[in-house]
């Protein structure tokens, strides 16, 4: 292990230059328009997996799908295989005037790394490459089984991965995931995310005529399309209570008191959630009551409007215009069931309509959510790895964004745990300008990493899975506390066979 973080010590500069090197290229893939710098970052990716020593590796697709970048080391028999998910594409620039570097000139300012993608999620590629790297160019050999894959189209919502899994799943098979594309709740605090919340989105569309019509001549007798719309929306409106859709609330799973009670000793407090999100004075939060900001963020549904059209400023004249549109977004949480949020939400925005508008609602997209416990021998690997990687105890989080694949890829691997990983912390500003990675967490998750494979080696008879509740402590004690595992998910920040 010594020579493994000696190396990384070493070959420092390599592993940011790889991180610059991805970067470089502009992957974006929301736009459909970088089709050729997918592709690139694709076999750039493919380049780095060979640099490192991993075998087999391809640019393999599915489907229409972007391409993932795939590569395998499979030379610890009897060890556990280790799933490494990360993606190469990114967001667009959007507001290139407020990025204070070029966002594709990976630069370093105060100990972090600017870029487009350096943290969401290139630098989860230069990670766990890096971490792989160490052990084949020093031992020659890793502690455990590894297949990576990069994906190229999460930012868009990986449509395709379903059937790549499907499509691979012999090849893909193993008995643990690795996730980086979660965050620390605190730069330098290493965090395991045990909680997303999917996502359900609707078109809405609002048609009142076939043509727009002069403002002058019509004004006051044809129905406004712009305005239903907002009478519709404005049912949404939540204030600081529940959002007023029946039945929503009716499968959220409550969070436990001792869930709540460790929300509290996590770090963050009004001030520094203000500063991070860059509210203005006077903005009042719109949080349900008194609850947490991070039990409404990881474990309340959310409603946001991410969409909303109807004729353009620059474009506007005096029209009654017979057209407008949002997309109404859905954040949801255990136990809800995606089909009924999108019933209940679009019964809410269909029924009753102002003048009689016509409306029309249809699915835009929509992810699982996705709820484990923190405990069992591939948790305590990982858990005990942040800590010698990083110094310090690490903590167990939710997280209020998506990742869609993690569920069903867990559940085609049997019940495989999935380890999710920080990657970004609350200074990184992802998907917005000035995104940026902490180069402090990179080098520690490169290390954390590098410790994962040895402590996940190491298991007894590689078995990774926590063991069911069932079995009985023996021998059975009338007045036995309770058994570990289910103390520990009591609290889930200090899941506690730390190494
Ligand atoms: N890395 C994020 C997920 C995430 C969000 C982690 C916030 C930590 C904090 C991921 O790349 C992402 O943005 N996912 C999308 C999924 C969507 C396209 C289905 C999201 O959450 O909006
Ligand atoms: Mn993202």
């Not at 890096?130 to 031992?139: D, F, S, V």
């Not at 809800?336 to 016509?358: A, F, H, R």
Request: aromatic fraction near 6%; hydrophobic fraction near 40%; charged fraction near 20%.
């Amino acid at each position: 292990m010594k020579q493994v973080i000696e190396w990384l010590k070493a070959n420092d500069a390599t592993l940011v230059d790889h991180l610059a090197r991805l970067v470089a290229v502009p992957s974006i893939s929301t736009d459909g328009a970088h089709q050729k710098e997918i592709d690139q970052c694709a076999s750039l990716t493919c380049d780095l997996m060979r640099e490192a020593g991993l075998n087999n590796v391809e640019v393999l697709r599915c489907g229409n799908s972007n391409p993932y970048a795939y590569g395998e080391w499979l030379g610890a028999p009897g060890k556990p295989t280790v799933f490494l998910y990360a993606h190469h594409d990114v967001q667009p620039i959007n507001f290139a005037q407020d990025w204070l570097s070029d966002p594709w000139t990976l630069t370093e300012r105060d100990g972090r790394l600017y870029g487009r993608g350096s943290a969401d999620d290139k630098g989860a590629i230069a990670v766990q490459l890096g971490a792989i790297a160490a052990y084949l160019k020093t031992a020659g050999s890793l502690p455990v089984n590894v297949k990576m894959l990069v994906e190229g189209e999460e930012e868009v919502g990986s449509g395709n991965l379903g059937s790549f899994f499907q499509q691979h799943k012999d090849k893909i098979h193993s008995d643990v995931i690795v996730v980086c594309d979660t965050e620390n709740i605190d730069t330098g605090l290493p965090s395991i995310t045990y909680s997303l919340r999917g996502i359900v989105s609707l078109l809405v569309e609002v048609d009142s005529g076939k043509k727009p019509v002069h403002s002058g001549l019509a004004g006051g007798l044809l129905a406004d399309s712009a305005l239903a719309l907002s009478v519709i929306l404005s049912r949404l409106y939540w204030k600081n209570g529940k959002l007023p859709v029946p039945h929503l609330y009716d499968k959220v799973r409550k969070m436990t008191g001792a869930e709540k009670r460790t929300l509290k000793r996590l770090p963050g407090d009004e001030a520094r959630w203000r500063e991070e999100h860059a509210v203005l004075e006077g903005v009042r939060f719109a949080l349900e009551g008194k609850t947490h900001n991070y039990e409404q963020t990881w474990r309340k549904p959310a409603i946001t409007i991410i969409a909303q059209e109807a004729s353009s400023i620059k474009g506007a004249s005096n029209q009654v215009l017979p057209h407008a549109a949002a997309i109404v977004s859905c954040r949801i949480v255990p136990d809800q069931d995606p089909d009924e949020v999108y019933q209940q939400i679009s019964e809410v925005l269909t029924k009753d309509p102002p003048w009689g508008v016509k409306v029309t609602v249809k699915p835009h997209g929509s992810a699982k959510w996705w709820m484990t416990e923190p405990t069992g021998p591939a948790f305590s690997a990982a858990m005990a790895a942040l800590k010698k990687g990083y110094g310090v105890k690490p903590v167990a989080i939710g997280c209020g964004g998506s990742i869609g694949f993690v569920g069903p890829l867990a559940e085609l691997f049997g019940g495989a745990p999935a380890l999710l990983l920080g990657i970004e912390d609350p200074k990184t500003n992802a998907h917005a300008p000035n995104e940026s990675l902490d180069g402090g967490d990179f080098r520690k998750l490169t290390v954390s990493i590098a410790h994962l494979f040895e402590n996940l080696g190491a298991l007894p008879d590689g078995k990774v899975k926590a063991e069911k509740p069932e079995a009985p402590p023996e021998p059975p004690a009338p007045s036995a506390p309770a058994p570990a595992a289910a103390q520990q998910a009591q609290e889930p920040q200090e899941p506690s066979h730390q190494a």
